[in-house]
């Protein structure tokens, strides 16, 4: 069974710092796409950044030059660098797995407050 598992999360003031880190389980990481997605309070659920098996990244347009995307297959792990936070960026972020099958984390919860 396939486990996806995000930490990192937390407080952080306008202009700091986060990364997220998300471990896979159950199953063979290299052959997954990779997404970070949110969720703010009434919002939609959006996609943040991806990454595909092979290193191809996208981002949205609202953190674009700011996050990150990164993997790294010897560890299972997908990465996501935010940088230049800002209030609008606080939301649940869901790291998600897709291949043949998609797959959820749980959320960690990113607020950007002073």
């Known amino acids: 069974q396939v486990q996806l598992v995000e930490s990192g999360g937390g407080l952080v003031q306008p202009g700091g710092s986060l990364r997220l880190s998300c471990v896979v389980s159950g199953s063979i990481f290299s052959i997954y796409d990779m997404g970070w997605y949110r969720q703010a309070p009434g919002k939609q659920r959006e996609l943040v950044a991806a990454i595909t098996s092979g290193g191809i990244t996208n981002y949205a347009d609202s953190v674009e030059g700011r996050f990150t995307i990164s993997r790294d297959n010897a560890k299972n792990t997908v990465y996501l660098q935010m940088n230049s936070l800002k209030p609008e960026d606080t939301a649940v972020y869901y790291c998600?797995?897709?291949?043949?099958?998609?797959?959820w984390g749980q959320g960690t919860q990113v607020t950007v407050s002073s």
């Open positions: 998600n797995a897709q291949f043949r099958l998609v797959y």
